[in-house]
């Protein structure tokens, strides 16, 4: 693990990291916030933050305006990459912005040439998680949170794997990628054109079929401005779906806000605030 | 005036403007937030920043994170652009990242070709603060902020100025241009090589001889781990002429900060309870 650059904020640290993947078969590069608790000997909990479409690690580190209550409330975030990356890593021939390079969509690819790198489920769920706990004094009390591709990628990583996050919160999430063109130009690209497939990732589908699983508070926000909300993001499909499931998922609609990290910044102190009741 | 985008943000409004400037003779674009209370009748006053080279309008306004205060304190913020821009107006032959396009540095350029668009000093000053007074629903009650070459803009424009700002102040700002590499290449190539002629535009020259003058309280904030403290930036020359002249400025020192946004992000809220004093 290679360190990138590094830069005090807030009272804590900003670090960025390059390492070798197992999974995408590829460097990846994340950052990381370590709030000033971590001086202590007590290890502080983690948020991992999944980023949008076109989005690297530094988005969200220079755009959300996350590290000042980050680090009054002791918690680490770590953001990682959309995609695989490197001259390797096929991208889209078309080179559009919505599939390959900086549009992972946070699944395990099965079908070629994506399927060797586009590995970002087991990337974000497993694999940097493990680093993450193994190379920082961070607890394993995690949560998981994202922007719009992002947001689909934290239901969907949370969902899939109730014991290993406390909390989820997502701004903007693509709720429903089966049946919205983004989901589906990705979904049909990296897993193919059987739909059974897609459901594996679908946050709408999980939320259905939780009924015996174990429940994880969910918190989704939405800016009612939002130019891809109706043909993209559909969070009223989510909410059918947790309401039929009777699971703990709360949707807050702002009037006025966009899909920009403008809204994301006025309101991610309060998803910390969220996290953080369960963090502790 | 032409509205170039809006997003609402920390329950405010951010908005780019873009209008043709009689000082310039170009296209200018910059950008405004505007807190709730503009909903008001009352006025807003207005924090003016000016960003550092290479920068736009957008660098503050996506990373400082300071529209949360700036809201809950009722302060207006307006971000103009570094240097005059389009396809008439001349860059550095070099197309260096320090002089030309990014970097107008906030003064009036006397020598050709830069003497026709290179008015930043008159625009910033004088043209800008008359078109948001007359278009937005503010006070005349102003004061300036820049980072870096914006903190050099900030200093030199507030202290030239002493009846229209209630306060200054600079993040890590280039603090005698007249005796460092930035504002050597800089002054000489816009003013010439009279050194006289720098003098003008030197904050420290300006405080030593500011002992007649109304006095406006400055701040100013620096890193310890800015890599461009010792040769360009030089806090200790402006404490010294600001003592010599019993001129009300306090130098705050932050261990193992550098020169991003993430030392500004981490002290923008600072600056702007400091500005709230003067405003009110």
């Not at 370590?34 to 988005?59: A, F, K, R």
């Not at 992002?150 to 919160?169: D, E, F, Q, T």
């Amino acid at each position: 693990m290679e360190l990138v650059s590094e830069n005090r904020v807030a009272g804590g640290w900003h670090r960025r990291y390059r390492h070798q993947s197992q999974h995408t078969q590829c460097d990846m590069t994340f950052a990381i916030f370590l709030p000033e608790q971590v001086d202590n000997t007590q290890p502080v909990p983690v948020l991992y933050w999944l980023s949008g479409l076109t989005c690297t690690d530094e988005n969200f580190m220079q755009k959300a305006g996350a590290f000042k209550r980050a680090n009054e409330l002791g918690i680490a975030i770590v953001a990682p990459d959309t995609s695989p990356r490197g001259e390797d890593v096929p991208d889209d021939p078309q080179q559009s912005y919505d599939f390959g390079l900086g549009a992972g969509f946070y699944i395990n690819a099965t079908q070629a040439p994506y399927d060797k790198h586009y590995q970002m489920y087991s990337y974000v769920s497993e694999e940097l998680p493990a680093l993450i706990e193994q190379q920082f004094p961070v607890s394993e009390k995690r949560a998981i949170a994202g922007h719009s591709m992002g947001g689909h990628g934290a239901l969907v990583v949370g969902l899939k794997n109730p014991s290993r996050y406390c909390s989820i919160s997502a701004f903007s999430p693509i709720s429903n990628p089966a049946d919205c063109p983004w989901g589906k130009k990705a979904f049909s690209g990296y897993l193919g054109e059987e739909h059974k497939a897609w459901l594996a990732y679908d946050a709408c589908h999980l939320l259905e079929h939780s009924k015996d699983s174990l429940k994880v508070p969910v918190r989704v926000d939405q800016g009612e401005a939002d130019q891809f909300l109706d043909e993209q993001l559909k969070p009223e499909a989510l909410v059918k779906s947790a309401q039929a499931a009777d699971y703990p998922l709360t949707l807050t609609m702002h009037p006025g806000y966009d899909h920009s990290y403008f809204f994301i910044s006025s309101f991610i102190d309060a998803h910390l605030d969220f996290h953080a009741q369960y963090l502790k």
